[in-house]
């Protein structure tokens, strides 16, 4: 039977005896977390209030060893990956919106603390349920997409560039399952503003844009239903930020077309590059040429999908 891990958030109940969060902690669990965050919203608080506060808090550090953070509650309490969360009522317009973030599945919106608990966490060990069959030729995202390879037996073969990968995934994963309307609402609403241009969409869609990179990236999802992540990336980035057209519109064609549409990854990617998302750098662009000449330096891949735009054209003749 593995260890099952609480977190007792203490709140306005700094004490250690007739404490029934903490009891009720201490006889389901074989860990118990004791967690206090200094939560700068609170810290508003008279200079009295504030040194009796922080004189409680070392008493506790001293007699029952509570950790004490800074930050977000939820995201503090995320950290330690808890099954179960216990956390004494209270009536406060803030508590009452903390306890219902708590009981939810409380989620990152940035990624590199994600990473860092994510990639400290073990993997599960692999388990007897039946024979392993082969998987038909195709991208290692569509097998990963459909369940036909498990992701925890890719993570224990993996580099650090496919955990990081991987970590992506569940990362927008755990965003969507926190808020479902982030599938097609922006995370930072208000961040863009966005042009209707149809003529322009469509030449995007059909790989006519006249950027080699991006039109390569567009002709290859419509004859394979697939796209490398470097020239997806550039190929939505130019969608969002040179041509200004909603990410939502982009994303939707790339769903119809992908073999490994992911509802999570997608729109978690699309807000990322679009500047609505996840990114700390929302008015980050990439120039599609420079990205060109660094990902495809001998031109192959802009080759095989643009053959008219590099190959020799005969010449002339004349009568």
Not at 57 to 84: C, N, S, W
Not at 196 to 216: L, N, Q
Not at 229 to 237: E, K, L, N, T, V
Not at 260 to 272: L, P, Y
Request: charged fraction near 25%.
């Amino acid at each position: 039977m593995g260890v099952s891990r609480a977190v007792v958030l203490f709140t306005r109940d700094l004490r250690a005896h007739d404490h029934p969060a903490l009891a009720a902690a201490r006889a389901e669990q074989t860990e118990v977390v004791q967690l206090f965050v200094l939560d700068e919203r609170l810290l508003r608080i008279g200079t009295r209030r504030t040194a009796y506060l922080h004189g409680r808090l070392d008493a506790l550090r001293e007699a029952i060893g509570l950790q004490v953070v800074e930050g977000d509650p939820v995201e503090a309490v995320a950290r330690f990956a808890p099954d179960t969360v216990h956390v004494s009522a209270d009536v406060s317009a803030y508590a009452r919106r903390r306890a219902q973030q708590l009981a939810g599945r409380p989620s990152y919106r940035v990624f590199t603390p994600y990473w860092h608990v994510w990639r400290a966490m073990p993997l599960p060990a692999p388990v007897e349920s039946g024979p392993k069959l082969p998987v038909p030729d195709a991208s290692l995202s569509t097998h990963l997409h459909l369940g036909a390879v498990s992701p925890a037996e890719l993570a224990r073969a993996a580099d650090e560039e496919l955990l990081r990968n991987l970590c992506w995934r569940d990362f927008f994963a755990q965003l969507l399952a926190a808020d479902p309307a982030l599938e097609w609402r922006d995370l930072h609403p208000g961040r863009r503003t966005w042009n209707e241009d149809p003529e322009a969409f469509a030449a995007w869609k059909e790989g006519r844009t006249g950027v080699d990179y991006v039109d390569a990236a567009m002709r290859q999802l419509l004859a394979e239903g697939f796209i490398p992540s470097r020239p997806r990336m550039i190929a939505a980035s130019y969608l969002t930020k040179q041509l200004g057209v909603d990410w939502r519109l982009g994303a939707a064609h790339f769903m119809e077309h992908l073999t490994d549409g992911d509802v999570a990854t997608n729109s978690g990617n699309w807000q990322w590059v679009a500047g609505t998302g996840t990114d700390t750098r929302p008015n980050r662009q990439f120039n599609p040429e420079r990205q060109a000449a660094t990902h495809d330096a001998d031109e192959s891949y802009r080759r095989r999908w643009l053959p008219e735009r590099f190959e020799p054209q005969p010449e002339a003749l004349f009568e």
